[in-house]
């Protein structure tokens, strides 16, 4: 009998660089695993449910690895005082989450048992990962994991009790719920067959649509067959997941061909830095968005030089790459764009509560916000909803469709909106001094002031701050440090 005792977890530090989490954390195949995890998560009704109702993962997938990566790294840190705020914070996001789903059955994101379902998935991938990969964990380093990942949900929900402290139970629980309670939901579809198919590119990359498109046209259906190839059989059958000819072979290959990174020097590949880089805005202050702004910039020249020189030019369709920018400054959004990328957050089609809490979150999460700032954020938003639903909610349905939105035209810098503007320039403004300073600017919008936005003693006043969130969200104006916080994917 194997059993994950305590004297075995004290041993070594089950958090930080010499957990075995923290030796994964630069690996190539933990791509490839945590898409597999994903997927067996969504499978899950509640939380498939839970998915397609209050995640931004379709319109804003790039946001949420993001934001994903570096709640794992907080939670797997050495620092037992940051794992508990970020515990806290997750624990207060998912106790906004409860609703039923298409087939009235109730979901709770704080369910506990729901909750060990995703670690669960978590600890199987990265099992799987390594066997695919010609790398197979032998047991001591399985336990030792498996370790990590039950003191990981202790850290969530006070103990682990909802996942087996045996190993060898733990297989027989994982494969009970794979056979009993895992479904063919709409999450796990749109995951498969809808966001790798339509990926909106990163930040960094959205000045190159072309070059994102056919890239993607390959990558792809690719993911896609990888993916269901390395899901467990049992599942394969009961959703009715296709198989295509071959799928398994290059399942084996990629995972193969992704182990080989180990081979490579240290530090070679750095996760934190890659998914830092993605998410840099185009106008962004940093090296490395420059460097991908002239790369774009001089494709887009030769684009146009290209289609100069083809005989049939005049009869194409224009390129993609040579339209207008939606970060050009000073251009302005049509309703239905504007709607479709800063409104609806969860890609639905519909603008409701979700989709404001989603944009609430983000603030809270790239503001670090403490219980009483998220709270008095998330109010206001409350507040700036419901003024919403009185104001364009015409067939009372309780959410607003792009065509109302669209057909009322409305002005969106209500009172509701405006206390908004103000509760998150309190949130920003740190040391409580009434102007938010450079450090304080970077925090939120992770760029440096703008020259438009300094003023002659290097501060963002609230007036400036009140009066240039309310143009973002009334006037719909494009350009401006608000579109990589709330309109980018």
Same mark, same amino acid.
């Not at 609703?99 to 109730?106: E, Q, V, Y």
């Not at 394969?236 to 290959?253: K, V």
């Not at 887009?300 to 194409?316: E, N």
């Given at each position: 009998?194997?059993?994950? #005792?305590?004297?075995?977890?004290?041993?070594?530090?089950?958090?930080?660089? @010499?957990?075995?989490?923290?030796?994964?954390?630069?690996?190539?195949?933990?791509?490839?695993?945590?898409?597999?995890?994903?997927?067996?998560?969504?499978?899950?009704?509640?939380?498939?449910?839970?998915?397609?109702?209050?995640?931004?993962?379709?319109?804003?997938?790039?946001?949420?690895?993001?934001?994903?990566?570096?709640?794992?790294?907080?939670?797997?840190?050495?620092?037992?005082?940051?794992?508990?705020?970020?515990?806290?914070?997750?624990?207060?996001?998912?106790?906004?989450?409860?609703?039923?789903?298409?087939?009235?059955?109730?979901?709770?994101?704080? @369910?506990?048992?729901?909750?060990?379902?995703?670690?669960? #998935?978590?600890?199987?991938?990265?099992?799987?990962?390594? !066997?695919?990969?010609?790398?197979?964990?032998?047991?001591?380093?399985?336990?030792?994991?498996?370790?990590?990942?039950?003191?990981?949900?202790?850290?969530?929900?006070?103990?682990?009790?909802?996942?087996?402290?045996?190993?060898?139970?733990?297989?027989?629980?994982?494969?009970?719920?794979?056979?009993?309670?895992?479904?063919?939901?709409?999450?796990?579809?749109?995951?498969?067959?809808?966001?790798?198919?339509?990926?909106?590119?990163?930040? =960094?990359?959205d000045g190159v649509p072309t070059l994102w498109?056919?890239?993607?046209?390959?990558?792809?259906?690719?993911?896609?067959?990888?993916?269901?190839?390395?899901?467990?059989?049992?599942?394969?059958? !009961?959703?009715?997941?296709?198989?295509?000819?071959?799928?398994?072979?290059?399942?084996?290959?990629?995972?193969?061909?992704?182990?080989?990174?180990?081979?490579?020097?240290?530090?070679?590949?750095?996760?934190?830095?890659?998914?830092?880089?993605?998410?840099?805005?185009?106008?962004?202050?940093?090296?490395?968005?420059?460097?991908?702004?002239?790369?774009?910039? !001089?494709?887009?020249?030769?684009?146009?030089?290209?289609?100069?020189?083809?005989?049939?030019?005049?009869?194409?369709?224009?390129?993609?790459?040579?339209?207008?920018?939606?970060?050009?400054?000073?251009?302005?959004?049509?309703?239905?764009?504007?709607?479709?990328?800063?409104?609806?957050?969860?890609?639905?089609?519909?603008?409701?509560?979700?989709?404001?809490?989603?944009?609430?979150?983000?603030?809270?999460?790239? =503001?670090?916000?403490?219980?009483?700032?998220?709270?008095?954020?998330?109010?206001?938003?409350?507040?700036?909803?419901?003024?919403?639903?009185?104001?364009? @909610?015409?067939?009372?349905?309780?959410?607003?469709?792009?065509d109302e939105y669209g057909t009322a035209a409305?002005?969106?810098?209500?009172?509701?909106?405006?206390?908004?503007?103000?509760?998150?320039?309190?949130? #920003?403004?740190?040391?409580?001094?009434?102007?938010?300073?450079?450090?304080?600017?970077?925090?939120?919008?992770?760029?440096?002031?703008? !020259?438009?936005?300094? #003023?002659?003693?290097?501060?963002?006043?609230?007036?400036?701050?009140?009066?240039?969130?309310?143009?973002?969200?009334?006037?719909?104006?494009?350009?401006?440090?608000?579109?990589?916080?709330?309109? @980018?994917?």
């Open positions: 009998m194997t059993t994950v #005792t305590t004297d075995a977890a004290d041993q070594a530090p089950l958090f930080g660089p @010499d957990s075995q989490f923290g030796a994964f954390f630069d690996d190539p195949r933990w791509a490839l695993a945590m898409i597999r995890a994903t997927v067996l998560e969504a499978a899950h009704p509640q939380i498939g449910a839970a998915l397609v109702d209050n995640s931004t993962f379709v319109a804003h997938p790039w946001r949420r690895l993001r934001n994903t990566f570096f709640s794992m790294r907080r939670m797997f840190g050495t620092d037992p005082v940051v794992r508990e705020r970020e515990a806290a914070r997750l624990n207060r996001l998912h106790a906004r989450m409860s609703g039923s789903d298409s087939r009235g059955r109730a979901y709770d994101a704080m @369910d506990r048992a729901t909750r060990a379902w995703v670690v669960a #998935t978590l600890f199987e991938s990265a099992v799987t990962m390594c !066997r695919l990969s010609g790398q197979p964990l032998d047991q001591d380093t399985m336990e030792r994991m498996y370790a990590e990942y039950r003191t990981f949900l202790a850290a969530l929900d006070g103990d682990a009790a909802e996942l087996p402290q045996d190993l060898n139970d733990f297989w027989r629980y994982f494969d009970g719920v794979v056979e009993n309670e895992l479904e063919n939901t709409e999450a796990a579809r749109v995951i498969l067959y809808r966001l790798f198919d339509h990926l909106p590119a990163p930040a =960094l990359l498109a056919a890239g993607r046209a390959v990558a792809g259906p690719l993911l896609g067959a990888i993916t269901v190839a390395s899901l467990p059989e049992p599942y394969r059958r !009961r959703a009715g997941l296709p198989e295509m000819p071959g799928a398994s072979t290059l399942m084996q290959g990629a995972y193969l061909t992704a182990g080989l990174a180990r081979f490579l020097p240290q530090g070679w590949i750095n996760a934190e830095s890659l998914i830092e880089t993605l998410s840099l805005s185009p106008d962004s202050d940093d090296p490395r968005a420059r460097m991908m702004s002239a790369l774009g910039s !001089r494709m887009k020249r030769a684009s146009a030089l290209l289609r100069l020189l083809t005989p049939l030019s005049g009869d194409l369709a224009p390129d993609a790459d040579s339209a207008p920018s939606a970060n050009t400054g000073g251009s302005r959004r049509s309703a239905v764009e504007f709607f479709r990328k800063v409104l609806d957050q969860t890609g639905d089609g519909y603008l409701d509560w979700p989709d404001l809490a989603a944009m609430a979150r983000e603030l809270a999460t790239r =503001l670090d916000l403490a219980e009483p700032e998220e709270t008095r954020l998330y109010d206001a938003f409350a507040a700036w909803w419901r003024e919403l639903q009185a104001a364009l @909610d015409t067939d009372g349905d309780g959410r607003v469709s792009a409305p002005s969106l810098a209500g009172p509701a909106l405006i206390r908004v503007a103000e509760v998150l320039f309190d949130a #920003t403004d740190k040391d409580g001094n009434g102007a938010i300073d450079a450090d304080e600017y970077r925090t939120l919008f992770r760029t440096a002031f703008h !020259r438009n936005l300094t #003023t002659t003693d290097g501060t963002y006043g609230r007036s400036a701050f009140v009066g240039d969130f309310l143009s973002f969200m009334s006037g719909r104006r494009a350009g401006t440090p608000y579109d990589p916080l709330l309109a @980018d994917a």
